[in-house]
Structures are given as C-alpha cells and as structure tokens.
C-alpha cells in the first residue's frame, strides 16, 4: 500500500506558473511509477505525465509537452508537477497516481492502483 497526497494547488492567471507536489508515503517510493492525472467535472480522467525510476524516464501528454514537467525526489518520496505557461484549459483537479514500477509506465487511468484526493488548479483570464 502506498497513500498519497498532493498539495499546491491554487488560483493563477493565464501564463503563471504552478508546481504541485505529492507526498507519498508506506512502500518502498523509488519501486513506484508515479503519474499525473486531471479531470474536470462530467469528463473521463486525464493523463497528464508519469515518471519512472528518474528524470531522465519521462512521459507527457502532447497538451502539456514543452509546459509541463514532472520530477521526483526519491530521498523525500515526493512527485512534482512543474506547470508553466498555464492555460484557462488546465483548469482541473489534478491527481497523483502510482502503479508497480514493474508494470511500466501507462497512460491509462484505469492501470494505476493508488490515488491522492486531488488538488484543484484553476486558471482565469
């Protein structure tokens, strides 16, 4: 088992930046592929990034490429989400993910085992 939590959500202006972290706790942190999802209200869950064992194992979705990037500090078991150059359609809740790193790395929500309660990032005009 492993619980997460994400924190750094907030309101922010078009073209702000935004990181958002995620605190994990229970297993062994570095065996896990981390990602992250958004959704917003009355829509299917959203890919957004996935990390495996280090920077160098990234994975984004083509809406955030180039904006978004996502790290993870194993000694402090923590994921985060550097969000720059935000859009009005990042708006959403966004969750942190984990999954058996042996498993690999999925853009599918459905694959992932352990969710955070999400945290909400609204942008405006």
């Known amino acids: 088992q492993v619980q997460l939590v994400e924190s750094g959500g907030g309101l922010v202006q078009a073209g702000d930046s935004l990181t958002l972290s995620c605190a994990a706790s229970g297993r062994t942190f570095s065996s896990y592929t981390m990602a992250w999802f958004r959704q917003v209200p009355g829509t299917e869950r959203e890919y957004v990034a996935s990390?495996?064992?280090?920077?160098?194992?990234?994975f984004y979705a083509d809406s955030v490429k180039g904006r978004f990037t996502i790290t993870r500090d194993n000694a402090k078991n923590t994921v985060y989400l550097q969000m720059n150059s935000l859009k009005l359609e990042d708006t959403a809740v966004y969750y942190c993910?984990?999954?058996?790193?042996?498993?690999?790395?999925?853009?599918?929500?459905?694959?992932?085992?352990?969710w955070g309660q999400g945290t909400q990032v609204t942008v405006s005009s």
């Open positions: 990390i495996m064992w280090s920077d160098s194992n990234t």
């Open positions: 993910a984990a999954r058996p790193i042996r498993l690999g790395v999925s853009s599918s929500w459905r694959l992932y085992d352990y």
